[in-house]
């Protein structure tokens, strides 16, 4: 299984975003890519069916002949926690059909872009966590820092909790959460000394990650 897994410093600072512009800047390159919502939390009727936004945007980036299923191979209702979400509707996170899904879809493309939930360690069960989930996926990891208030703290603590794992950093990509965050290159500045690792790029406030591959540099991804 070749790519790479996408963490955040938090939930709501742009992974789905991220992950849907990598996706569509590494196709640029001639690679089949599939992006992988592992779990989603939160879906509208829409149509006549069920849908999440992250998974809808991911589909819509994608250069392969994927279907809702594929990309969000575990999806739930209510928008909180992937193991809180289970319980509410009386299902359970199982880790070997999540991981059999994820690698199925991978299967079918050069690179996976397997985007995590919430930020690094967020439960799926009592005994399995979303850090667990990147260790049994063994892939390389990109951190989308978002940019606000905390950010430094959260982004190196996070690398420090993926190096403690005995995974990769791979890359990091700063993404303006807060557009009225003073001292921005202060903070891009401690953020490159302290997390020792690539930093793809810094996205403005956008609105469709369409535009975003022009601002990112994904040489660091292709030669990984």
Do not use: Y
């Amino acid at each position: 299984m070749k790519g790479f897994f996408i963490t955040g410093t938090d939930t709501e600072i742009g992974k789905t975003f991220v992950t849907a512009a990598l996706t569509r800047a590494l196709a640029a390159h001639g690679l089949r890519v599939a992006p992988i919502k592992s779990l989603a939390a939160g879906q509208e009727f829409v149509d006549g069916r069920w849908v999440n936004e992250d998974v809808a945007t991911l589909l819509a980036a994608q250069n392969l002949d994927l279907a809702d299923a594929d990309i969000g191979p575990l999806q739930f209702r209510e928008p909180c926690a992937p193991h809180i979400a289970a319980r509410l509707e009386g299902r359970s996170i199982e880790r070997e059909p999540l991981l059999t899904a994820i690698r199925a879809t991978a299967a079918r493309a050069d690179l996976a872009l397997v985007e995590g939930v919430g930020g690094f360690r967020v439960p799926l069960s009592g005994t399995w966590d979303t850090a667990d989930l990147a260790v049994d996926l063994g892939l390389p990891i990109v951190l989308v820092v978002g940019l606000r208030l905390g950010c430094i703290n959260h982004a190196l603590l996070t690398a420090e909790a993926i190096r403690a794992r005995g995974l990769r950093l791979a890359a990091w990509v700063a993404n303006t959460v807060d557009p009225h965050q003073p001292h921005v290159a202060d903070n891009l500045a401690s953020l490159q000394a302290g997390l020792k690792a690539p930093r793809l790029g810094h996205l403005p406030r956008l609105s469709d990650p369409l535009a975003a591959p022009a601002c990112l540099d994904i040489s660091a991804l292709l030669t990984a």
